[in-house]
């Protein structure tokens, strides 16, 4: 498949909503006068709220607006000439004057009382990549060191004393209560003396965006794990809050002569000093979004995420901006299960009888459960306690239960008929290699993962669902990854390395250089349970004779009988926890840059191997009673097998094939082409096919 066509109706509102608009950021105040940022213009309105008009409407970010002290011109960062520079244009509106002309990127953070911009810019950086503060005026000219060293974000005292700034940017400044190297205080220079103060941090929290107002510092703390605002005296070293909000974080703040203005939850408000109050401000802004009209957009295979493979192969669901979709083989048309504009439906999965769906969803506000039958008609919704964020899914060979893990590093277990979900086991501590996905076993009893031991080397481990038991699989003294299941549930296959540890740090540049290799063993599960590597003899064996067997003709109908009123049982599989470490069985395959396994037909795994200079990861599918690699497919990104282990769906180059796991793939091939027409709204979905 290389691609779809979806006809989307982003309906964002093309008008004002029917009390204030949200999603206002970034304002800046001058008396009585408001000026911030939406939908990437910048807008005006009053000091107490209400109406607004635009100010700016041409192609490109606009952003980071600063009144003058003076009230008659607002500076701002744009990206109208395909790049991001310094403009400013008169406070009642006019044609944008460009004053920056550098090929990086020039951030405004306000005035100097000369009237000159203050902005940030690493054009004088390399090779360290750091950022300082220049000035330009708006008569033009080339910019002037603000004569800091380094400096991200600030903002200089209205006598030209001083300068409040935090020094560094952040790589990740969405990382919410980050304690760690990038937490700065705020640094308060002395331009004459160059004499440095610094706020309190008592939490090691970061403080963000100051402003200079009667002569104090305000600025953002995530002192209480909200941010809020907080203020610094110099002269007496004093330091107060201000903002006590503890659902959403202050976001930006700006100040002028008579009090504060600050962007939080959504909206703006305006902070009293003097009285210590804060008044959410109502402000209606009424646009023509002409980006959001109903449009046709060509979605691209590569585009589609989460993938999941129905239980024989026959169909394919994918996630695209929030919808799943479900997609044939080759009969038969696509079909938007969710059909939820506004909702964000995440990570499809089919259950293992294939007459179930389920994914997560936020339609109520927070993630739950949803189970769905094939075509999409929801069955049950299944509330989460503390929801959060949940990933990767896997269904139960019983069809009783869906294990996932969350956002806080724990794996869950939902009983699907009950509703009722526990956590199963919890890792110790996050790394960007953590690895801790459950994979369930042939019966449908134990799952499977990788959990972080004290050491910092991944160990294999079991959870079995009857008894809440946690079984620990493998010894630690290797870094182990990837759990599979053999199909018939007597081994389960992983990879393990033994030169994983300078890796193991990540964050110390040691851990940089050193390759990794890891092996593929084979875990035998019960005590008295053969390797699958052990040698074998041919051999006659005794058969018994016709005469010791007269009714076997009626035994053989008898058998055929109550297969058809039995439903076959799941074959039961025994995890016997003592000695298992030494029950580890290396298979005869050479230690390389091994990345993962998939589970494939009884006695075979799928081997993923990460090649230098080559793109996409290669998959060998292993013989493990032979102990033969042999080649399946180079150049995937993902690999999803389905619950019979016949069929496995496929993404190399971006294309995305179901194909026999039977044999090697020789080139990825769309398998059938579909064109999706959807109407979205924003109450309900309606498909038209």
């Not at 690493?122 to 002037?144: C, D, I, M």
């Not at 989460?306 to 048309?333: D, Q, W, Y």
């Not at 009722?420 to 110790?428: L, Y």
Request: glycine share 8%; hydrophobic share 35%; charged share 25%.
């Amino acid at each position: 498949m290389k691609y779809f066509s979806l006809f989307l109706s982003l309906c964002l509102s093309t008008a004002a909503w029917a009390q204030s608009t949200r999603l206002l950021r970034q304002p800046t105040i001058h008396q009585d006068k408001i000026v911030f940022v939406y939908a990437n213009d910048l807008w005006m309105t009053s000091s107490n709220g209400g109406s607004s008009y635009r100010l700016t409407s041409n192609e490109g970010y606009e952003s980071n607006p600063h009144f003058s002290a003076d009230g008659k011109w607002i500076a701002f960062s744009a990206q109208y000439d395909g790049n991001t520079d310094v403009y400013v244009i008169p406070s009642e509106g006019g044609e944008p004057k460009r004053m920056t002309w550098h090929p990086g990127a020039d951030i405004v953070q306000g005035w100097t009382p000369e009237g000159k911009v203050l902005f940030r810019s690493g054009r004088k950086s390399h090779p360290t990549q750091t950022n300082a503060f220049y000035t330009v005026g708006v008569e033009g000219g080339l910019p002037v060191s603000a004569g800091l060293p380094r400096a991200a974000f600030g903002e200089m005292s209205p006598d030209g004393k001083y300068m409040a700034y935090v020094p560094i940017t952040f790589w990740d400044p969405g990382w919410r209560n980050y304690r760690g190297g990038q937490a700065m205080p705020i640094w308060i220079v002395n331009l004459k003396t160059m004499k440095v103060q610094r706020t309190p941090q008592p939490t090691a929290e970061r403080h963000l965006d100051p402003v200079w107002f009667g002569g104090e510092v305000y600025y953002i703390s995530e002192r209480d794990y909200t941010a809020n605002i907080w203020s610094f005296n110099p002269e007496t070293g004093t330091e107060k809050q201000h903002t006590f909000h503890k659902k959403y974080d202050v976001m930006s703040i700006d100040a002028d002569a008579n009090g504060l203005v600050y962007e939080q939850g959504g909206y703006l408000h305006r902070y009293s000093p003097g009285s210590g109050s804060s008044q959410q401000l109502s402000i209606n802004v009424a646009a023509d979004m002409n980006f959001s009209r109903p449009r046709w957009e060509r979605v691209q295979s590569w585009q589609l995420s989460n993938a999941s493979l129905s239980p024989t192969g026959k169909r394919a669901l994918f996630e695209h901006r929030g919808e799943i979709m479900s997609v044939p083989k080759e009969k038969g048309s696509w079909r938007n299960m969710t059909q939820s504009s506004g909702v964000a439906d995440r990570a499809g999965l089919w259950s293992p009888k294939g007459d179930q769906v389920a994914w997560f969803s936020d339609a109520s506000g927070e993630y739950q459960l949803v189970i769905a039958d094939q075509k999409g008609a929801i069955k049950k919704r299944i509330s989460f306690e503390k929801p959060t964020f949940y990933f990767r899914p896997d269904w139960s060979a019983d069809g009783k239960h869906i294990a996932y893990t969350d956002t806080h590093y724990n794996v869950w277990i939902t009983n699907v008929e009950t509703g009722k979900s526990w956590i199963a086991d919890t890792d110790g501590f996050a790394h960007p290699n953590r690895s801790m996905n459950p994979v369930w076993s042939p019966d449908g009893k134990w799952v499977a993962y990788a959990k972080q031991l004290k050491s910092h080397f991944k160990a294999i481990f079991a959870y079995n669902v009857d008894s809440k038991k946690v079984v620990q699989l493998t010894d630690g003294m290797a870094d182990a990854i990837s759990p599979v299941w053999d199909e018939d549930g007597e081994y389960l296959y992983f990879l393990a390395s033994t030169d994983y540890g300078l890796q193991s740090g990540w964050l110390d540049m040691s851990s940089y250089d050193p390759q990794i290799s890891r092996s593929l063993y084979a875990l035998v599960l019960k005590a008295n349970g053969k390797a699958p590597v052990l040698p074998e003899s041919d051999e006659e064996k005794a058969t018994a004779s016709a005469a010791a067997k007269p009714n076997a003709k009626k035994d053989k109908k008898k058998s055929k009988d109550t297969k058809k009123e039995e439903a076959p049982k799941l074959k039961p599989v025994v995890i016997d926890a003592k000695g298992i470490y030494d029950r580890a069985i290396p298979l005869d395959l050479p230690a390389r840059n091994y990345v993962g396994l998939a589970k494939a037909p009884k006695h075979f795994v799928f081997v993923w191997e990460s090649i230098p200079n080559e793109r996409g990861l290669k998959a060998h599918k292993y013989d493990v009673k032979k102990q033969k690699p042999s080649d399946y497919a180079d150049g995937l990104s993902q690999m999803v097998v389905s619950h019979d282990r016949k069929s496995a769906l496929l993404n190399k180059g971006g294309a995305w094939s179901i194909s026999s796991t039977a044999s090697a793939l020789k080139e990825v091939k769309t398998t059938s082409k579909w064109t999706c027409k959807s109407k979205w709204t924003r109450k309900q979905s309606t498909l038209k096919s």
